[in-house]
Structures are given as structure tokens and as C-alpha cells.
């Protein structure tokens, strides 16, 4: 079946730490994205990519940082500068970065330990 | 700035109600309206619009887009249990990051037996 896969579904940051949430697709999509989401506030876009090796920041970038080395892969990684990393992340993909639809992985949910 | 906004934020309704959400946008280079059902997790599409005053249709849910008063409805006809979710509408811009989708806060829609 094709489909975006995020793991792991929920992850806990200790002070200090970097962890990294993973997004696999395999609809052979060109372009991929990740989103932030807080409680009672819609989706803000932290990254993201058109192609292989090309990546943008969105409005939220600030401590957070991604990479695109595979077309399916585009991994990201919260860093000890993002002060306030508690939210449910979502990771979406589209056919090409002109294309309107984006399709959703179903999250990781990130705490703060 | 680009704004879409969403109302009601919450709803609670009985089984069989209709229901009428709203989306109401101010944005610049107007490109498509979108909108997705999040359950519990991954946000899951339901429309696209582009043209005004052309309804589209899916089982009991439809929805419709004025370009004019820049605002789209979504309804839900005989609500069933399974159509409670948070219903999000988003906003895709023509400008030259491409596809882009600005989305507002979201609906919580919650239908009891």
C-alpha cells in the first residue's frame, strides 16, 4: 500500500537533546513538507522540500533543521534551540511542489520529559 | 498578511442534524481552497475548489466556494458519530514558492448518538 509513514508515534525530549522524527513515502512524490500543530490552532509550516537535496524554510523554521538526501525520506530533527517542542508534528507529501494536494502521514507526538 | 479563518471553533450536534461549516479567507493570488477531515491523526482530504459557485459533492458532505465574498462552507447532511473530527480548511496561494497551502485554526466537530 502506498503511503507517508512517521515514526515513531510519540517521543519524549529530554533538556538539552536533539532527537530526529522520521517521514518515509512511498508514492514517489516529489515534494515534501513538515508541519507543526498546537493545540487549537491549525497546521504552520516548519519545512519544506521540492526536490532531492533542495530544501526551504517555512514560517516556523527556528530551531529546527531537515535534509533531503532520498526522494522518499525527509527527516526532522528538533534541536535544543526550540524551546517550546511539545506539539503533534505531521509530515505531508505531493505529486509535484506545483500540484495543490498534499497527502498526510498520521503524526508524531512530541513531549517534553 | 495571508489569513484564513475558520468558524465555528467547536460544535457539538445529535445524530441526523445538518451542519454548516465555515472558512473565510484574505489572501493575495488566490489559487484553490482545500479541505481535510482529521480524526485522530493524519488530516485526510475531502475537496478542492476553485471556481465559484460550483458545488462539490461527496456522499453527505458537500461544499461550496464564493471567490467574490472570499468564503467557502462545508455541510454535512444526516451527521453520523464517524464525522465527528476536526475539519480544516486551507488556502493555495499562486506565487513563485509554488504550492504552498495556508491553513486556518480548524473546526472541532463533535456529533453525539
Known amino acids: 500500500d502506498g503511503g507517508i509513514t512517521q515514526s515513531p508515534k510519540y517521543l519524549f525530549r529530554k533538556e538539552g537533546q536533539n532527537v530526529t522524527l522520521s517521514c518515509e513515502q512511498n508514492l514517489n512524490h516529489d515534494a515534501m513538507y513538515w508541519y507543526r500543530q498546537d493545540p487549537g490552532q491549525g497546521l504552520r509550516l516548519i519545512y519544506y522540500s521540492q526536490i532531492v537535496n533542495d530544501f526551504q524554510k517555512g514560517d516556523i523554521a527556528e530551531g529546527y533543521s531537515v ?40 503524526g508524531t507526538r512530541l513531549s517534553v520529559l | ?67 467574490k465574498e472570499l468564503f467557502s462552507i462545508l455541510n454535512i447532511t444526516a451527521t453520523q458519530t464517524g464525522d465527528s473530527a476536526i475539519y480544516l480548511c486551507a488556502v493555495n496561494l499562486w506565487d513563485n514558492a509554488g504550492n504552498m497551502l495556508t491553513f486556518g485554526g480548524g473546526t472541532r466537530l463533535m456529533v453525539k448518538p
Open chain 1, 67 to 106: 535534509s533531503r538526501e532520498k526522494k522518499e525520506s525527509f527527516p526532522l530533527t528538533v534541536t535544543s534551540a526550540q524551546k517550546n517542542p511539545t506539539a503533534f508534528y505531521l509530515c505531508a507529501s505531493s505529486p509535484r511542489f506545483s500540484g495543490d494536494i498534499q497527502y498526510f502521514g498520521a
Open chain 2, 1 to 67: 498578511e495571508d489569513k484564513v479563518v475558520q468558524s465555528p471553533l467547536s460544535l457539538v450536534v445529535h445524530e441526523g442534524d445538518t451542519v454548516t461549516l465555515n472558512c473565510s479567507y484574505e489572501v493575495t493570488n488566490f489559487r484553490s481552497l482545500l479541505w481535510y477531515k482529521q480524526e485522530k491523526k493524519a488530516p485526510t482530504f475531502l475537496f478542492m475548489l476553485t471556481s465559484s459557485g460550483i458545488e462539490k459533492k461527496s456522499g453527505r458532505l458537500s461544499s461550496i466556494l464564493d471567490k
